[in-house]
């Protein structure tokens, strides 16, 4: 059967569950392009024959491994983020017998604009800085030989690049470099198209989709299509086989061979049915496995592995229903950014902020105002997230060229993550920005194109126009009703609430209780240093904003957000995180853990939990608030019992979960709080906090959340100032000096100040597995040691 272009081949269903006797390997390789590259920036801008050769350079060239970052950027600094061209190079070899011969290097996403050059010759510009793009090398490298892979990298302002907004007004900073992982693609020229590549409407690569969904079956249909760069027609079939999570086989389709015409893609349909389907849910994210493989006279060609979970969405007018059952998306934003690296963070460390979000008792993340990182969407997947995906927007709107470059976005995010089932909305409009109206129609209609489903696919955006679901920010209105009032029979999710339309601001509440504030510490902008009470306002000011918006129409709500983070036109911290830049939580992160369960979920989530927001120092105030999931609580002070009540009943907590426990002690006297939670009658979470006493010694750890550390990874280690019993000393700012022997590179500034009582470090470890020798130290205080396995 011949196959132009876009050629539908229908494959015929099957069961068969024994593998056949002539599967080979593949004869196809993804493999690692991230370790030595060279690196250079602030030099000659032209491209010229010397930065082909190792003799020659313009400037002294660094060895760096990828994903990289152009300069390490302090946390505060009056200096703005740098901006410029840089050049990366690698030399390679590619064996002349080896699979072969298309021949192809991924980019997972390079800031923001990028030229490709292989051995003095220009072969692509890519635009835009957070979607990959892949160059085909086949005809330009030299097998056997050494070759030179040169990337021109240009990040300065360009009003034609989303989000195309100078960075002196952005809101967030893009940085530089090649910051995502590059891959080597060595493959036959019949092989499974590259989604992104491709550039077809719903094409290239495999594309996934769910039909007729239930607990007794499931229908899953795979797209896969096929890209012959052969010059004469190929013939293959394809097998899709589907594993459940202990790997075993549930069903499998083979389909009849085909013929594709050289230049040209064919396109696969197959379909299996899934008896008595594991539902993909947040609190039991279970993935299948679809391995996909391209067979020609028997053997296996190519071979693409994804994973995918059974689920249903529907959002409808004041209702979010997933597999049919209504949920309420309990959110966050994020931001991408680390300190010191920006984006140029390990796979790992995108893991880790997803099980931090996890921790915290969302169950739904917004990817504010970017799409985020493959590896943070897999977490998702993993852990159980729900995620609004977006393109690059903010406050912007350019002209005909930037338009066009913003489409782009639109359907390249949908290619590269259509099949992940941890995505429900698909932002695919500009944040904040006054969009024409033909850009917002062309946008949610890309969407749909792309994913051409009557059912589960959903686009959003901020204006109330062209998409399917309205997601205003609550401060978009004002006080008292914000859109409580909104009678549009149509959904609404508010993606931002809690950052600067606050409760010590809001006109009409009681402001009693905090009447002796200063201004600075009434907004939710605090950092952790700035004390217990103004972390304690910022709790509030989340919980009443939480609370208010269960009085209205929508289906959920994001909190502005998960982790403080660098503007563009600031030199300060954007503090409304509910923990820090480091990672580390406020108070705030504790009210919304608090908002989970009690549920038996995976990994640990939800359990039940308490948690007493104050310091208990002589600074104290004796009103104590402890957030807890539980039925009540008992608070105990130096083994006397306080009052054991349950939940308060006030405006600012009456639609919430879980409301806050309130107690009144007779009085700040040192010693030791302890708060038990009971369930059932039953005590089912116990926590202390013991009055601090004089420093004594450091204590050192490392953020492991959910993953070990592995080679090429990069994690944050925290140095405490502890009294002698190890409680920390909040107030503390000692200077903390760290040090790491075993391959591993220690990453800020060294010495660092502890804030609220923890200095932190990041640290990046080397490309071999072992273990990394930490020590921290500081004056008056005895030092501490640790070691890091890195497997």
């Excluded at 989709?209 to 899953?220: D, F, G, R, V």
């Excluded at 953020?703 to 100032?721: E, I, M, N, Q, T």
């Amino acid at each position: 059967m011949r196959a132009g272009s876009g050629l539908l081949l229908l494959a015929a269903l099957s069961h068969c569950t024994v593998p056949s006797k002539t599967d080979t390997k593949p004869a196809a390789a993804a493999l690692d392009f991230n370790q030595d590259w060279q690196f250079v920036k602030d030099v000659d801008t032209t491209v010229t024959a010397s930065l082909f050769t190792k003799a020659a350079a313009p400037a002294t060239w660094a060895a760096v491994s990828l994903p990289h970052t152009p300069r390490l950027e302090p946390v505060v600094t009056e200096q703005p983020q740098w901006q410029g061209i840089s050049f990366y190079r690698k030399f390679f070899r590619v064996p002349a017998g080896g699979p072969g011969p298309r021949v192809a290097v991924e980019f997972g996403a390079a800031m923001h604009t990028a030229d490709v050059y292989l051995n003095g010759r220009k072969l692509q510009r890519h635009v835009g800085g957070y979607l990959p793009f892949t160059v085909d090398i086949s005809r330009q490298t030299k097998y056997g030989e050494e070759n030179c892979l040169l990337v021109r990298l240009d990040n300065r302002d360009n009003p034609v690049v989303p989000p195309g907004k100078p960075l002196k007004g952005l809101d967030f900073n893009f940085y530089g470099g090649l910051y995502r992982p590059a891959q080597l693609i060595l493959s036959d020229p019949l092989h499974i198209a590259d989604a992104v590549q491709a550039g077809r409407t719903a094409g290239g690569g495999l594309l996934l989709h769910y039909e007729n969904i239930s607990p007794q079956a499931a229908t899953l249909h795979v797209q896969t299509e096929l890209q012959n760069d052969a010059p004469q027609a190929q013939t293959a079939q394809i097998r899709t086989t589907l594993l459940n999570e202990k790997g075993q086989e549930v069903g499998r389709t083979t389909g009849e061979a085909g013929s594709i015409a050289p230049g040209s893609f064919g396109r696969v349909q197959q379909q299996l049915t899934i008896r008595q389907p594991q539902l993909w849910s947040p609190d039991q994210p279970y993935l299948y496995r679809v391995v996909v493989e391209v067979l020609r006279d028997g053997k296996i060609i190519d071979r693409q592995e994804t994973t995918t979970g059974v689920r249903s969405i529907r959002f409808a007018a004041k209702s979010f229903l997933l597999n049919g059952q209504p949920l309420r998306l309990r959110g966050t934003n994020r931001h991408q950014e680390y300190p010191y690296l920006g984006y140029a963070i390990s796979d790992n460390a995108q893991y880790r902020d997803a099980w931090k979000i996890k921790e915290a008792g969302f169950n739904f993340v917004r990817c504010s105002h970017y799409p985020p990182s493959p590896a943070f969407l897999q977490a998702c997947d993993e852990l159980g997230l729900l995620v609004m995906d977006s393109v690059p927007g903010w406050q912007f709107f350019g002209n005909d060229e930037f338009a066009r470059n913003a489409l782009q976005n639109v359907r390249d995010m949908v290619r590269r993550d259509r099949n992940h089932p941890s995505i429900v909305l698909w932002e695919a409009a500009l944040n904040e920005t006054d969009m024409p109206r033909p850009f917002m129609d062309a946008a949610h209609r890309a969407v749909h194109e792309e994913l051409p489903f009557a059912e589960n696919v959903y686009t959003c955006g901020w204006l109330d126009y062209a998409y399917d679901v309205f997601v205003p920010a609550r401060q978009h209105l004002k006080a008292p009703d914000y859109f409580n009032t909104y009678a549009k029979d149509k959904p609404l999710l508010l993606c931002e609430y809690g950052d600067w339309e606050y409760y010590a601001h809001n006109a009409g509440f009681n402001q009693a209780t905090f009447a002796g504030l200063k201004e600075s510490e009434r907004t939710s902008r605090q950092l952790r240093g700035q004390g217990e009470r103004a972390l304690a306002q910022q709790a509030l000011n989340f919980q009443e904003a939480h609370n208010d918006n269960f009085r209205g129409p929508a289906v959920g709500d994001a909190n502005w957000l998960m982790f403080d983070y660098k503007r563009g036109y600031a030199t300060d911290i954007e503090s409304s995180g509910v923990s820090d830049i480091f990672r580390l939580p406020k108070f705030a992160h504790y009210f919304y853990a608090s908002q989970n369960g009690p549920v038996a979920g995976r990994n640990g989530f939800g359990q039940p939990m308490v948690y007493i927001a104050s310091y208990w120092q002589p600074t104290s105030g004796r009103q104590v608030v402890v957030y807890s999931n539980c039925e009540e609580v008992e608070l105990q002070l130096n083994g006397q019992t306080v009052a054991r009540q349950r939940p308060d009943r006030t405006t600012s907590a009456d639609r919430l979960a879980h409301a806050p426990f309130t107690f009144t002690v007779p009085a700040v006297v040192p010693g030791t709080l302890r708060a038990v939670a009971y369930q059932a009658g039953k005590p089912a979470a116990t926590t202390e906090r013991r009055t601090p006493g004089a420093a004594h010694h450091l204590q050192l750890r490392y953020d492991r959340s959910g993953r070990d550390a592995r080679a090429h990874d990069v994690l944050f280690v925290y140095a405490s100032v502890v009294d002698a019993a190890g409680t920390v000393l909040p107030e503390a700012t000692a200077a903390v000096r760290f040090a790491a022997a075993g391959g591993a590179e220690l990453i800020g500034d060294n010495p660092v100040r502890a804030e609220a009582g923890i200095a932190t470090m990041l640290l990046k470890t080397g490309a071999s597995p072992g273990a990394i020798q930490l020590t921290a130290t500081a004056d008056g205080l005895a030092p501490a040691s640790l070691k890091v396995p890195v497997r």
